[in-house]
């Protein structure tokens, strides 16, 4: 007999990408910045550092649910920050899906929706896109209308595509919550400010946000959702109390005031990305237009494990990623768009191993 | 129709301890450590100031679990990670407990195993301790031989008595998990090193430990579980993939390879502890043999909350709780063993307001 619960005794767990704790590889395949955050983080850190760590936190996370509102426009009660948005999501799941209960996201998308609502014993279905990213519409509305949650990262991953405001509000479960993962929000020629929550279904709709990607702290972990306060006051009962430490709350504070630097390294990586994708187009790739930090891309010869392995003899990490699909399975490869250099690299070696 | 599951419509949430953000109180109320932690938790989250914030952290937690591990003699794969013993506990409950299941603990006990059970939409059973909080043993067992997980903070809090291993060991759950919350456990007089891991029962038993109190790191939010390698891979399956990060495994690191500096201040808190119980003694009140950083009191005039009032109005937190037992309900006052300073304070205050 087993100790665990069924559905834990019988899942695989998710696995992340792989994360050589050694130096000397050239890293795109977990979708980090390659630029430093804000120097002001440092200084956030070292002054809390120079506080006292033998004291609990806040756990209302006052200050930066004051800084992270005023960016959303919205009051701190529409707040409630987390360990990176992936404890944000397990929140969520832990929230509004009882056993048995349906969520679904899209598919291909990531993949962390289907092991939280495993571990939470709901169901889960998968609403297969269309080749070219788009919703297949009346079939995703129909899911929609049973679900519970409905998790839509946009842009999506591993694509990077985005998909219109109306596209999103038409997908709204008439009878659960609208999960609108923005982890790359920021990425975007246009990014959100939460404009969706103002919505007649915004009292249905939350925003998760990272800190990981665009404010370069993946490191940190830390994550918030933004939402109606009737949404957040649930979620608030099933967090942790002191979910966020004392030193991540200074860094994700002091992150959040400098959106200059964050902006300024966005745009770096908007211009790397252009050039990424030029070149990928050049070298016989089909690619997304991508609005984040990533690029997928195929080819027609179909050898991207092949590829992917040849990168990583060379001590280049890109993510190979496989779906199954009805039409049969998709897969390709997901590259960071890392600095001038990174890209350089991965783009001679694609080069030279063909 | 609520949008959230029933459980969580229906529950009011943890409360934790007041956390005034603004200077100038006696804080006795939350058990931290008053003592600041090792200058090598300074150094260490320097150092790793200095290094790559954007990039992920390891999210096997290799170089902490190998210290880890090291103190309690096993091998770093019987060792978990978490943000402070809380989210251990969180994810030991979505690990083991199905909804229905049966969860229990001890009566008067730490009242967030319930709110966790209650999340999870498992049962909960509360096992009444005796007034001089010994357990119904016959009771007890009746109660975990229906039990998938049985939670034993030992030290018990608020009452801060130890229970023997014999008695430990005749409470583990025959088709579950007991998990020995050992939070206090470095205050103890012969504090434990998983001893109880080693023994029969041991492949069922979990301990889970916190830096918050002896390694004066509540600030931090830091936790492990340590039991046998079977166990945490389902909690590993569990747990979000980078659960910690880079600052708090840097500090939780440092800390735990100072043990000097731990034990220096667990002493420290032992002295004062036995000066505090005395003393309050000396004003009429009744305490419990305390092997933790508090102390429980009861005053014959059972003006127990009027006292927590008229101290918090002078600036001294302290906690005051109330049960409610089969034989009526219980009241008092726990006290966190401060600095001699704080100590000598509350105890002056309590003279004062008789």
């Given at each position: 007999?087993?100790?665990?619960?069924?559905?834990?005794?019988?899942?695989?767990?998710?696995?992340?990408?792989?994360?050589?704790?050694?130096?000397?590889?050239?890293?795109?395949?977990?979708?980090?910045?390659?630029?430093?955050?804000?120097?002001?983080?440092?200084?956030?850190?070292?002054?809390?550092?120079?506080?006292?760590?033998?004291?609990?936190?806040?756990?209302?996370?006052?200050?930066?649910?004051?800084?992270?509102?005023?960016?959303?426009?919205?009051?701190?009660?529409?707040?409630?920050?987390?360990?990176?948005?992936?404890?944000?999501?397990?929140?969520?799941?832990?929230?509004?899906?009882?056993?048995?209960?349906?969520?679904?996201?899209?598919?291909?998308?990531?993949?962390?929706?289907?092991?939280?609502?495993?571990?939470?014993?709901?169901?889960?279905?998968?609403?297969?896109?269309?080749?070219?990213?788009?919703?297949?519409?009346?079939?995703?509305?129909?899911?929609?209308?049973?679900?519970?949650?409905?998790?839509?990262?946009?842009?999506?991953?591993p694509s990077g595509n985005r998909w219109s405001d109306e596209?999103?509000?038409?997908?709204?479960?008439?009878?659960?919550?609208?999960?609108?993962?923005e982890a790359y929000g920021d990425f975007c020629d246009q990014p959100h400010k939460g404009e969706l929550l103002k919505s007649q279904a915004g009292e249905r709709i939350i925003v998760t946000r990272t800190l990981s990607k665009s404010y370069s702290l993946a490191g940190i972990r830390f994550g918030f959702a933004v939402a109606h306060p009737d949404l957040i006051q649930g979620m608030q009962k099933v967090k942790d109390s002191y979910n966020c430490n004392t030193l991540s709350l200074a860094a994700a504070l002091a992150a959040l005031k400098d959106q200059e630097w964050m902006q300024a390294n966005t745009k770096k990586i908007q211009t790397t990305r252009k050039h990424l994708m030029a070149e990928l187009g050049k070298l016989g790739f089909e690619t997304v237009d991508s609005q984040t930090n990533f690029v997928w891309c195929t080819h027609p010869d179909q050898e991207h494990e092949r590829r992917y392995q040849d990168l990583k003899r060379r001590k280049i990490l890109v993510r190979y990623m496989k779906f199954g699909l009805t039409a049969g399975v998709l897969d390709g490869l997901r590259i960071t768009v890392g600095t001038d250099h990174e890209v350089q690299t991965v783009l001679n070696a694609l080069q030279e191993i063909g």
């Amino acid at each position: 007999m087993s100790l665990f619960r069924p559905q834990v005794q019988q899942m695989t767990g998710y696995t992340p990408g792989e994360q050589p704790q050694e130096s000397g590889w050239v890293k795109l395949n977990t979708n980090e910045n390659p630029y430093p955050p804000s120097p002001l983080v440092k200084a956030a850190v070292e002054q809390a550092l120079a506080g006292r760590l033998n004291i609990y936190p806040d756990p209302l996370a006052t200050e930066f649910r004051k800084v992270a509102a005023e960016l959303f426009q919205v009051d701190p009660d529409w707040v409630l920050p987390g360990n990176g948005s992936d404890e944000v999501l397990t929140i969520l799941m832990r929230t509004f899906a009882d056993a048995g209960d349906l969520v679904s996201a899209p598919y291909p998308s990531y993949t962390l929706y289907e092991t939280l609502a495993e571990i939470q014993g709901a169901r889960f279905e998968k609403i297969q896109l269309n080749p070219d990213w788009s919703w297949p519409t009346t079939q995703a509305q129909e899911i929609s209308a049973k679900s519970k949650i409905l998790f839509v990262p946009n842009p999506n991953a591993p694509s990077g595509n985005r998909w219109s405001d109306e596209e999103i509000i038409s997908l709204v479960p008439p009878q659960g919550v609208l999960v609108l993962d923005e982890a790359y929000g920021d990425f975007c020629d246009q990014p959100h400010k939460g404009e969706l929550l103002k919505s007649q279904a915004g009292e249905r709709i939350i925003v998760t946000r990272t800190l990981s990607k665009s404010y370069s702290l993946a490191g940190i972990r830390f994550g918030f959702a933004v939402a109606h306060p009737d949404l957040i006051q649930g979620m608030q009962k099933v967090k942790d109390s002191y979910n966020c430490n004392t030193l991540s709350l200074a860094a994700a504070l002091a992150a959040l005031k400098d959106q200059e630097w964050m902006q300024a390294n966005t745009k770096k990586i908007q211009t790397t990305r252009k050039h990424l994708m030029a070149e990928l187009g050049k070298l016989g790739f089909e690619t997304v237009d991508s609005q984040t930090n990533f690029v997928w891309c195929t080819h027609p010869d179909q050898e991207h494990e092949r590829r992917y392995q040849d990168l990583k003899r060379r001590k280049i990490l890109v993510r190979y990623m496989k779906f199954g699909l009805t039409a049969g399975v998709l897969d390709g490869l997901r590259i960071t768009v890392g600095t001038d250099h990174e890209v350089q690299t991965v783009l001679n070696a694609l080069q030279e191993i063909g």
